[in-house]
């Protein structure tokens, strides 16, 4: 057990600093035009974010929350991400008002709360909320093959329903379905997710790198982000297979440190866009580099602060587990 909580959260280590990457890429290559950075994002995009809801499916444990009462579900949800999305928009607020003079206090609120978001990556904290919510439905719901049937239905729906920019409130909810859906692949899917061989994670990689090289040969890009869904089974495949990929490199990584950057992923992802947000863009490979270690010591520092002084703003407990 202990084991495949520290590859968990070695997945969720790789998964951060992906998020982070493509970010740092997106700065240094906004048109799209810089082939080497294009490929790194196209490839990360391909996965990065369906395998956050994946694991989230994969990982809940539906026989403990179906014997438990319907509020101790939306508690525990609440706790470990709206309150998150209220602190790291709070701390967002608070930096770009004071410190970038990008800001007012009543845009700022605006952005809040009706989750535009201060920071852009903040997107992610209510929608998975919203998936949860459908989640439970699903655990509630004793014909599984039925619900698996029925998401790939929504799946394909959502093909024609997003596949252009919609209006805010309907890109929430594409946030939140889409997201379920991946969660309902991740639960489905768990036994093979968790079966490791060479072959498989070589084969895993090859299929992510060719659904990626598919959608941007022919334009069929998927974002949650932005509610766009043009290819909805080459998202689906290669969600999954790059899933796959991280746990199963996860699953090879002796070392126990990178788990410590996975446990504190959800701070990572909060925080890390304000230093893009401070400093100047470039395309040099030096700046990328640069500014990916400059955000690294940032994080550092926050995980040491926010875990010892406000741990449960970020759906943390006081004390923090340890690995024997």
Known sequence: MIRRLTYIDTTRAILITLVVLGHV????NPQYNIIPYTLAQEFINAFHMPAFFLL????????????????AYFVHKARTLLIPYLFFECL???YKHFVLHSVSFAEGLRLMLTMRCNVSADWFLPAMFLACVLYYLYIRFPRKIAWGVG??????????LMSTRGGHLQVLLFRGILGFVFMLAGNLLKKQLMAFSWPKIGGAFFLTAAAAAVCFKFSLGNSFYDGVLRSPLLYL?????GTYFV???????PWKWPSRIGENALTVMGTHQLVL????GNSSPLWVIGVFLLIAAVEA???????????????????ERTHA
């Not at 890429?25 to 240094?28: D, F, H, K, Q, R």
């Not at 947000?277 to 100047?280: D, E, K, Q, V």
């Not at 520092?301 to 006081?318: S, W």
């Open 237 to 241: 495949v290669s969600g999954v297979c």
């Open 25 to 28: 890429l997106n700065y240094a």
């Open 301 to 319: 520092a926050l995980i040491l602060i926010i875990n010892r002084v406000c741990p449960a703003l970020v759906g943390r407990p006081r004390k």
């Open 247 to 253: 746990l199963g490199l996860a699953d090879r990584i």
């Open 56 to 71: 989230s499916g994969l990982l809940t444990d539906g026989e403990k929350w179906r014997s438990r009462p319907i509020g």
């Open 151 to 160: 998401g790939t239905v929504l799946l394909l729906g959502l093909r024609f």
């Open 92 to 94: 967002a607020l608070l």
């Open 277 to 280: 947000y401070t400093i100047p």
